[in-house]
């Protein structure tokens, strides 16, 4: 069994930071791909931002130049870093990630979200 963690959510003025973590724990082997993910009220999950084991990113046009993804593969964390927040960011965000599990398989995991919210 995986389990992710997220945390670091809540209200926040326009402009302004905050910072999620994604903790992982249980049978792993590898942790592969670190993503996170949102949906906001009404509208399908989206893609914001991807990491790979190796440290290669990918980002949503959205979020380019203002949130910045990373991980420390040392305690199976992920981050994203989020700054210049704008109301339209509001939603749940969600980690999602590919894990070897100690047992060799390879299975998809998602975390239970953690509300952000921007005032305006």
């Known amino acids: 069994q995986v389990r992710l963690v997220e945390s670091g959510g809540g209200l926040v003025q326009a402009g302004g930071s905050l910072r999620l973590s994604c903790a992982a724990s249980g049978s792993i082997g590898t942790l592969n791909d670190m993503t996170w993910y949102r949906q906001a009220p009404g509208k399908q999950r989206e893609l914001v931002a991807s990491?790979?084991?190796?440290?290669?990113?990918n980002y949503a046009d959205f979020v380019k130049g203002r949130f910045t993804i990373s991980r420390d593969n040392a305690k199976n964390t992920v981050y994203l870093q989020m700054n210049s927040l704008k109301p339209e960011d509001t939603a749940v965000y969600y980690c999602?990630?590919?894990?070897?599990?100690?047992?060799?398989?390879?299975?998809?995991?998602w975390g239970q979200g953690t509300q952000v919210t921007v005032s305006s």
């Open positions: 999602n990630c590919n894990v070897r599990t100690t047992a060799w398989v390879t299975i998809n995991v």
């Open positions: 990491m790979t084991s190796g440290g290669s990113t």
